[in-house]
């Protein structure tokens, strides 16, 4: 019986020489001279790098609150609020929709709620 030969034994290249040698056969691509260097790891790598801690704010139960609430004034300040005109639009095209919605569900209650009791024999 044979015996097999396992990865790094006498006769089969290393690992790193393996490597090493598809490394410097991508090199010689012809016209690839002057493209940029692509990296294996995705363009996330630099946003890896640990950043300093931020200073820390008061982290008391009040101190959270506080915080809560001024982040929610900056976050209303970056909406975009409508026009007086557009908010009377936008109303009543809604109150319309719901009125149409309601008339065809109670259309549609009356027409069979009035067919059940006829085929039961209301």
């Given at each position: ?26 090199k ?41 609430f001024?982040?929610?004034v900056?976050e209303?300040?970056k ?18 929709f ?25």
């Open positions: 019986m044979a015996e097999r030969n396992r990865p790094g034994d006498a006769g089969d290249p290393a690992d790193d020489e393996v490597f090493d040698d598809a490394v410097e056969d991508d010689d691509v012809p016209g690839d001279d002057d493209a940029e260097p692509v990296g294996r790891g995705g363009t996330a790598l630099a946003e890896r790098t640990p950043k300093a801690k931020k200073e820390a704010r008061r982290t008391g139960f009040f101190g959270r609150i506080g915080g809560f001024r982040e929610v900056s209303l300040r909406v975009i609020w409508p026009t007086r005109k557009e908010l009377l639009t936008y109303t009543t095209i809604v109150i319309v719901v009125a149409v919605m309601t008339a065809i569900v109670g259309l549609l209650d009356l027409g069979l709620g009035k067919a059940v009791l006829w085929a039961f024999g209301g």
